[in-house]
């Protein structure tokens, strides 16, 4: 019997002895890769494994309840808002609690860059000595206390009355309240 293959045609048993003897090299070839991808795999899983190991023997860094930073800069000891004028104190002043207005993120100094934060519109009358501040409502203190406008004005009488020729409130002058919601 004979096998067509293309235009040629093969006898039969010359096909089964070459068919054997490929799959037979094939097959020797396959075996060595699978070897060879048998020890990379070993190998990745053993690193794997000394890796894992390693971590679980290093000693876990303890907790502690005093945080600890560093700086080039000396540091204001107090965080009382009308005294705290340092860069450091700001930061940390700012982290809890929230200004009248706000810079938004990429300020440049200019009046546009002021965005509301407690206040949420101000207006300066023509001579820019006097600011109303009209405040947001619904606004509680951790105590459950409304925010309202006799908290900024103790505020801003407290900074000046500190009268801290370097501090924060040097440069204003009086503070009036015109309703509680309006400063």
């Known amino acids: ?3 067509f ?17 490929i799959f037979t090299v094939k097959k020797l070839k396959n075996t060595k890769a699978i070897g060879k991808i048998a020890i990379i795999g070993i190998i990745i899983v053993v690193i794997i ?5 390693y971590y679980l023997t290093i000693p876990q860094p303890k907790i502690k309840d005093t945080l600890i930073i560093g700086t080039t800069d000396s540091v204001e000891t107090c965080l009382d808002t009308a005294r705290a004028y340092d860069y450091f104190g700001f930061e940390i002043i700012q982290s809890l609690g ?4 706000d810079f938004k993120a990429g ?52 900074g000046m009355g500190i009268a801290d020729p370097v501090g924060s409130f040097w440069a204003l002058g009086s503070v009036t309240l015109s309703k509680a919601s309006q400063l």
């Open 107 to 158: 300020a440049t100094g200019a009046a546009s860059d002021f965005i509301p934060a407690l206040a949420t519109s101000w207006s300066a009358s023509d001579d820019g000595l006097r600011w109303t501040f009209n405040l947001r409502q619904g606004v509680k203190y951790a105590d459950g206390t409304e925010f309202n406008a006799t908290d900024v004005k103790y505020t801003f009488d407290r």
């Open 49 to 53: 494994i000394a890796g894992v190991g």
């Open 1 to 3: 019997m004979s096998i």
């Open 98 to 101: 929230s200004p009248l207005v």
């Open 5 to 21: 293959l293309g235009q040629c045609a093969l006898p039969k048993s010359y096909m089964n002895n070459n068919l054997i003897r």
